[in-house]
């Protein structure tokens, strides 16, 4: 059990009658502050059956919370009357499952009148009559908008997605779309957006208000966990529980909102936040970072003065320059890395990861591919993973157009719905290889490459599971290799050096993914041309857009060291992040 400071024990000693905002910084340890205050809650609990709903955005922190919760209260893992779930949940159980079926005209299946929630990756049967941007669109692929007034598309290749939804559409598609979503409803279907446009329906409709009554009666306090990501939507219908009653504790920090594609927007959550009147109560101590990485990613939102931990290092802030790839900078990554088992790459998206794990094996493709071939023969502990990742990588980068692709940690198409079809092409096109010998590293270059030319043809006997994937085995057919400049007479084995124990070790991902984590040392890498908010030039231009977010995010995970990886600097640039908090340069 941690010792509590003031502030934290302030709010959890505040009474839940009151309207609260606890403005949380990253690393003040809120996840154990709000255990500590439901379960102090719980313990003196007088209300029964009334219940607080206790609500996170996902799984992992709703069963993050349960843990805690379970902890502060020596063990006892019983919440009841209380509600400890995720938003979208709570919304489907206690708002829309019991009223749905008056809505939608769902007929229930053998009794159970529940709704079943469809993801937009699901393949789903009810679709348009007619065509919109050439395909009969998906019921679970769209939704409407109510703020926008507008139906909004979601397809799995962005640039058609973007495409789709600039279409001006006429009456009939609108009819055609409305028909769509209504006979997927009818069938007891939803997506999550259906369900908080339901959900929205139930709490403004004077039919239920009888019901809507009930349901304040039994939560009458909410309490809310990374409010920040809360959308338009969400709060609309939180707003609503608001006037019937409710009393809301909103916990967490506006500077990390970086959900804007979900229509999460820091304003709509302060505007919600002054709506309720709430008491603004505040989390400045960072327990998890030195100092100097605390004013350093601060700086780039221009937060509040915070206090974090004392710094045990002179350097704990490094930039580290690499001339053309990323990947380059994995050497001093690892270098750095040394004694620190949480050390987590870290980039905007995946298309910068992607170049990460095609760089870590060699500098070339073939070198890549090569690796891939042979640690998929070895079938060691691991290696499955490991060569799949960099066959998938490699693929990536010779055979997929870089705008198709998806955001599966192995590559995978976005128009590919399911995983095991891709895993399994990956695995049998590396078979077809180690087949063909191409896992003998005894050979040279030159032997390999030419093993290689006369192996492609071999891959016509992989199953392709849909035509993009039959546009990918195209693709790495017709992808002939020569050997590395240079090494033509180098033996395989020599130059691929397959299974560092470091590079296994490595861990890649996205910002999103790292949201709420803590590292020893986090690599935060800038691609090397401006756009989609992944160039450290637009995490430092606007301390109030959602690329400084993205990099305040990223930069509040380690507790020892940070790193850039940018592309070489000009002096000036230099200088000026130099100023920005950083203590050393590092050039690749």
Known sequence: MMDFSKEQIAYIEEPLAHNVYLRACPGS???????AKVAKEVRDWSHFPAGIAVLSFSRSATGELVERIALARRGSRSTFPHFVGTVDSFFLKQIVNPLAHRLT??????????????????VCFHRTKYKIGHEHIPANRFDWDPSAGRFVFRHPVLPKQRAMNALNLGQYQLDDLAAAKAAFNANGFATYKDVERLALEILSSGHFTEYVNRLVTRYPYIMIDECQDLSADQIAIFARLAERGVTFHLIGDLEQAIYLFRNCKPEDVAEFVRALGCKEMLLRRNFRSGQSIVELHGALVKANKITGQANYAETTCYLVEYRDCPSEALGIFDELAAGHPQAVIVARGHSTLHRMRVGESARGAVQVLAAAIATFARRHPGDLHEALSAFSGYLAEECIQQDTLGEDAFCRPAEMQSALDWHRFLSDGLSVFVEAGLAEQSITWSAWCALHKKALASLAAVACPNAECENVLKALMARQHRAPAGLATALVGAVIAPGSPRS?????????????????LTMLVSSSRQGEQAHWKEWVGNPASEAARFAYVASSRPRHILIWAVKTLKKDERKALMLLGFHKSLQV
Request: hydrophobic share 35%; no cysteine; glycine share 12%.
């Open 504 to 520: 296994a070790k490595r861990r890649l991902a996205t910002i999103h993914e790292v949201k709420g984590e803590t590292h020893d």
């Open 29 to 35: 340890g809120k996840t154990e502050v709000i255990a």
């Open 105 to 122: 005209g769902f007929k229930g299946r053998d009794g159970d009148f529940a709704i079943r929630v469809v993801d937009e990756q699901a």
